[in-house]
């Protein structure tokens, strides 16, 4: 016995619900689950591993599949890859209250987790605990966004920590080798962007091992390759400047 399909429908298992309403309807779109978080926080880049199919819908669970004429009229198109782009990016994923409970709290885990990793206490230089970061932010009632990326997030939680506790992002440790000639008067632009100058030696050339911020990181590294033309260098010794020992527990 035959069972008559409508052309219209198209049956999915599996699949987490992206939502966006335009012009005055529902339209949605089929992705598997756990990839729309990694494709928001650019960790996921092909779109064939989130979408399952590159069809837009207005109603998923039934397998209604949107017309072309309210496509053109909500998005001025009906490029359905490009649609599926844009609800992809700035819909809201439907999903049980159970599944959004266990990805707030993994999201939450990982943010802790990366502010552990960048920060230490800056007056021993020790790193702090997943557990103790985790503990901080549930004292400042940080709110996770699951349309931000964890990484974006923790330098947010990072700055309101700041305002707590003793918290900073760890430093870097680089090796800047200058042309003499050049050396005093770049030093100087660099200066700023410097915490701390551990050594300098002046002989053929200048060379300064210091400790920055990591978010000057990109700054300085310009700034030598347009000064010097590309005959200054820049090493990096150390990503993190960490006492070595325990770790400290408050």
Not at 3 to 12: D, K, S, V, Y
Not at 147 to 162: D, F, M, P
Request: hydrophobic share 35%; proline share 2%.
């Amino acid at each position: 016995m035959s069972i008559f399909t409508p052309t219209n429908q198209i049956r999915l298992t599996n699949v987490a619900v992206v939502r966006m309403k335009r012009a005055g309807k529902r339209f949605e779109i089929a992705c598997y689950k756990n990839k729309v978080v990694g494709w928001r926080s650019g960790v996921e880049k092909d779109l064939d591993e989130v979408l399952q199919t590159h069809s837009v819908f207005v109603n998923v669970s039934k397998g209604q599949v949107a017309k072309k004429e309210d496509l053109i009229s909500a998005f001025g198109t009906d490029d359905q890859t490009e649609i599926c782009k844009q609800i992809l990016t700035k819909g809201e994923v439907q999903v049980s209250d159970k599944e959004r409970h266990t990805q707030l709290e993994q999201m939450f885990r990982d943010i802790a987790t990366i502010v552990a990793d960048k920060c230490v206490n800056p007056e021993t230089k020790r790193p702090y605990t997943v557990i103790l970061i985790e503990r901080a932010m549930k004292d400042i009632h940080y709110s996770v966004k699951t349309n931000k990326s964890t990484k974006q997030q923790a330098l947010e939680v990072i700055k309101q920590l700041k305002e707590k506790m003793k918290i900073e992002r760890a430093h870097m440790r680089l090796r800047f080798i200058l042309p003499v000639n050049e050396g005093k008067r770049l030093k100087e632009k660099l200066k700023p962007l410097i915490k701390v100058i551990e050594s300098e030696d002046y002989s053929q050339q200048l060379e300064i091992v210091c400790l920055i911020d990591p978010g000057c990181f990109r700054e300085i590294d310009e700034l030598i390759k347009k000064e010097t033309k590309g005959k200054g260098s820049l090493e990096v010794l150390n990503l993190k400047d960490v006492e070595e020992g325990d770790e400290k527990f408050e």
